[in-house]
């Protein structure tokens, strides 16, 4: 290792010592498909407060390969600028080069200016209409993406997840996935399964709100009839791994039943008349964030019993650096499905990659492969990738990025800070769900101001103001339900479930 290398990895590694998150580069559409999901940080923000991107640099990277630059001949070789003017606007520029910049949700035009909330959320970046960027703020990282992974994703909430799984996937406890729907809870409830000791035995999931009450039983434990019994899914599941999906759509009987046998970790057929030993590993699945039923119920008892450990799934939203690589995935698989073994030769366009990565998928993961199988189908025999005009209306756009101009211009377009009381700024903050940048735009000022008005007011607070001991006292009083927890405190919910994360929650 030459001095200059040495000298690159030494301030790498100081910088990832001083700096938490970075503005990172993730590649979300590149001519060679191979390179969707590289990364490239921008180190240089963080040291001189601006950076590059052109056909010849940064370096892009991904599962500790060496990096390379996009490469593309339709990129100029003179950069566009990403800088930081101050803490919460970034300008992006394109005025000396020749490669096209148009970000998502603004008109085309040589400069862009963009707030900390915009990066912190990923900002969609076209270059040239031939390669797609999403340029967010990400912890100093590796990025790993197995092809044969379940869990495909780079983004450090997929990360944790992963090292989660694999580490409660050999130790032999129940375990509850939570999760809203269509975020990927039977995935994550296969890895543990997948990577068990329990692996060459059944896998088998229950939809329990599809089991009647009247033949609960039946259908749990199996039944005796003319001397053979007919399996339940606790015996077809014998030694492997028992799937409760959607704990909380079970009905009391189902519920009771289910609490009897796991309690006493043995089950009686109906119409049998010898115990049976619970030999499957539960795990159940929920959409709440903690058990919505009063203390004392069975399904509360019940949650208590599987809760040995518990997980989280991040919503897809959450995780835009996921979005492209997922999406790309279920293309390829549903090529394979109309096209056995022939190679895939549909050409994406980046107006579509741009337009899944403006959505905010509340249908998550699933609405996202769906989409995908949807696109591919409606693609048969063409060259490119179609998305029809009903599926483009469906994926109506995030509210669009707003220019931060007025910030830079001391809000000369807006509102003047001093003009708003604490009435009113407490009334907005309580409409847009204490998130500061929907509260500046509600005021028509800048999320800079209204963070400043916070602190102006007393009584008015951010989840960073809030000591360590009132979070957790406010996370046990509400079982981590992180919903009542903003209401209680009055602060963003997304500020609050990082500043859970940091002190070691699993949010």
Not at 290 to 296: E, I, L, T
Not at 334 to 351: M, N, S
């Given at each position: 290792m030459n001095v200059a290398e040495m000298?690159?990895?030494?301030?790498?590694?100081?910088?990832?010592?001083?700096?938490?998150?970075?503005p990172t580069l993730i590649i979300a559409l590149h001519p060679d498909l191979e390179r969707v999901g590289e990364t490239a940080p921008l180190l240089g923000m963080v040291t001189d407060e601006r950076d590059y991107v052109s056909r010849n640099r940064p370096d892009f990277s991904k599962n500790g390969h060496a990096g390379k630059p996009l490469n593309d001949p339709h990129l100029s070789r003179s950069p566009?600028?990403?800088?930081?003017?101050?803490?919460?606007?970034?300008?992006?520029?394109?005025?000396?080069?020749?490669?096209?910049?148009r970000i998502e949700g603004r008109a085309q035009q040589s400069e862009y200016l963009l707030s900390q909330s915009d990066i912190s959320s990923g900002v969609?970046?076209?270059?040239?209409?031939?390669?797609?960027?999403?340029?967010?703020?990400?912890?100093?990282?590796?990025?790993?993406?197995?092809?044969?992974?379940l869990l495909k994703g780079i983004s450090p909430d997929i990360h944790a997840l992963t090292g989660k799984l694999e580490h409660i996937a050999q130790l032999d406890i129940p375990v509850i996935i939570r999760g809203a729907t269509g975020s990927g809870k039977e995935q994550a409830a296969y890895k543990i399964h997948r990577?068990?000791?329990?692996?060459?035995?059944?896998?088998?999931?229950?939809?329990?709100?599809?089991?009647?009450?009247?033949?609960?039983?039946?259908?749990?434990?199996?039944?005796?009839?003319?001397?053979?019994?007919?399996?339940?899914?606790?015996?077809?599941?014998?030694?492997?791994?028992?799937?409760?999906?959607?704990?909380?759509?079970?009905?009391?009987?189902?519920?009771?039943?289910?609490?009897?046998?796991?309690?006493?970790?043995?089950?009686?057929?109906?119409?049998?008349?010898?115990?049976?030993?619970?030999?499957?590993?539960?795990?159940?699945?929920?959409?709440?964030?903690?058990?919505?039923?009063?203390?004392?119920?069975?399904?509360?008892q019940?949650?208590?019993?599987?809760?040995?450990?518990?997980?989280?799934?991040?919503?897809?939203?959450?995780?835009?650096?996921?979005?492209?690589?997922?999406?790309?995935?279920?293309?390829?698989?549903?090529?394979?499905?109309?096209?056995?073994?022939?190679?895939?030769?549909?050409?994406i366009p980046p107006a579509i990659i741009a337009r899944i990565l403006s959505f905010n998928w509340p249908g998550n993961v699933r609405q996202l492969r769906n989409v995908a199988r949807q696109a591919v189908i409606d693609s048969r025999e063409q060259e490119s990738l179609q998305l029809?005009?009903?599926?483009?209306?469906?994926?109506?756009?995030?509210?669009?990025?707003?220019?931060?101009?007025?910030?830079?211009?001391?809000?000369?377009?807006?509102?003047?800070?001093?003009?708003i009381g604490r009435e009113e700024l407490t009334e907005a903050l309580q409409k847009n769900r204490f998130e500061l940048q929907a509260t500046?735009?509600?005021?028509?000022?800048?999320?800079?101001?209204?963070?400043?008005?916070?602190?102006?007011?007393?009584?008015?607070?951010?989840?960073?103001?809030?000591?360590?001991q009132e979070?957790?006292?406010?996370?046990?009083?509400?079982?981590?339900?992180t919903e009542q927890m903003m209401w209680e405190l009055q602060v963003s919910q997304v500020g609050m479930r990082r500043r859970l994360k940091a002190m070691g929650y699993d949010i």
């Amino acid at each position: 290792m030459n001095v200059a290398e040495m000298k690159t990895q030494h301030t790498d590694d100081d910088i990832a010592c001083r700096v938490e998150y970075v503005p990172t580069l993730i590649i979300a559409l590149h001519p060679d498909l191979e390179r969707v999901g590289e990364t490239a940080p921008l180190l240089g923000m963080v040291t001189d407060e601006r950076d590059y991107v052109s056909r010849n640099r940064p370096d892009f990277s991904k599962n500790g390969h060496a990096g390379k630059p996009l490469n593309d001949p339709h990129l100029s070789r003179s950069p566009v600028i990403i800088q930081k003017d101050n803490d919460d606007v970034y300008r992006i520029r394109g005025h000396s080069t020749s490669t096209r910049v148009r970000i998502e949700g603004r008109a085309q035009q040589s400069e862009y200016l963009l707030s900390q909330s915009d990066i912190s959320s990923g900002v969609t970046i076209t270059l040239s209409n031939k390669v797609v960027l999403l340029l967010k703020l990400l912890p100093l990282q590796d990025s790993r993406l197995k092809k044969d992974a379940l869990l495909k994703g780079i983004s450090p909430d997929i990360h944790a997840l992963t090292g989660k799984l694999e580490h409660i996937a050999q130790l032999d406890i129940p375990v509850i996935i939570r999760g809203a729907t269509g975020s990927g809870k039977e995935q994550a409830a296969y890895k543990i399964h997948r990577d068990s000791s329990r692996c060459d035995k059944p896998f088998v999931v229950v939809n329990l709100a599809a089991i009647h009450d009247v033949v609960a039983e039946e259908e749990l434990f199996g039944v005796s009839r003319s001397g053979q019994t007919s399996p339940g899914y606790f015996s077809q599941a014998e030694g492997g791994t028992l799937v409760l999906e959607d704990l909380e759509d079970a009905s009391e009987v189902v519920i009771s039943s289910l609490f009897a046998a796991l309690a006493s970790g043995s089950y009686v057929a109906v119409n049998g008349d010898q115990q049976q030993p619970v030999t499957c590993r539960i795990i159940a699945t929920s959409i709440y964030d903690a058990c919505p039923c009063s203390h004392g119920s069975k399904l509360w008892q019940l949650t208590n019993l599987l809760a040995a450990y518990q997980v989280f799934l991040a919503p897809l939203g959450d995780r835009l650096e996921d979005v492209s690589i997922l999406f790309l995935h279920f293309v390829k698989q549903q090529w394979q499905k109309i096209y056995p073994g022939r190679p895939f030769e549909l050409r994406i366009p980046p107006a579509i990659i741009a337009r899944i990565l403006s959505f905010n998928w509340p249908g998550n993961v699933r609405q996202l492969r769906n989409v995908a199988r949807q696109a591919v189908i409606d693609s048969r025999e063409q060259e490119s990738l179609q998305l029809d005009q009903q599926l483009l209306s469906i994926l109506k756009p995030k509210p669009n990025l707003r220019d931060v101009t007025d910030t830079v211009k001391h809000n000369g377009n807006g509102r003047k800070p001093n003009t708003i009381g604490r009435e009113e700024l407490t009334e907005a903050l309580q409409k847009n769900r204490f998130e500061l940048q929907a509260t500046a735009r509600e005021l028509s000022i800048s999320r800079a101001s209204v963070y400043q008005l916070i602190q102006r007011f007393d009584g008015l607070r951010t989840a960073q103001d809030l000591a360590e001991q009132e979070l957790k006292s406010c996370y046990e009083k509400y079982r981590g339900d992180t919903e009542q927890m903003m209401w209680e405190l009055q602060v963003s919910q997304v500020g609050m479930r990082r500043r859970l994360k940091a002190m070691g929650y699993d949010i």
